[in-house]
Nanobody
Framework: QLQLVESGGGLVQPGKSLTLSCAAS????????IAWFRQAPGKDREGVSR????????YYADSVKGRATISRDAAANTVYLQMQNLKPDDPGIYYC????????????????????WGQGTQVTVSS
């Protein structure tokens, strides 16, 4: 069964850090483009970061650049998004999504180029 499961969300104080995980089953994440999106209530889904297959090149949206790191653990078949110095604009449901180098190369990221999604994990930033 093909599945993406996000975890690691929760309530975090401003300025703190958290690490989100996206665990895949049924297929190897190494072979695909993986992206993190987030969606706050009433807002469009925003592409936060992308990790390419092959050379592992990364992309970060301006809103998180310098505060986020995307990485992959091939053995665990998991992609991570580390977020530091969380801000009031960071809350939302964070989704990981799978695409390919043939269909998912537009920058800034656009959700319709990613065909397989996890269920999301909620991030709340509050003191």
């Amino acid at each position: 069964q093909l599945q993406l499961v996000e975890s690691g969300g929760g309530l975090v104080q401003p300025g703190k850090s958290l690490t989100l995980s996206c665990a895949a089953s049924g297929f190897p994440l190494n072979n695909y483009v993986i992206a993190w999106f987030r969606q706050a209530p009433g807002k469009d889904r925003e592409g936060v970061s992308r990790l390419l297959s092959g050379d592992g090149a990364t992309y970060y949206a301006d809103s998180v650049k310098g505060r986020a790191t995307i990485s992959r653990d091939a053995a665990a078949n998991t992609v991570y998004l580390q977020m530091q110095n969380l801000k009031p604009d960071d809350p939302g449901i964070y989704y990981c999504a799978v695409g390919s180098i043939h269909t998912s190369m537009t920058l800034p990221l656009v959700p319709w180029e990613f065909g397989f999604w996890g269920q999301g994990t909620q991030v709340t930033v509050s003191s």
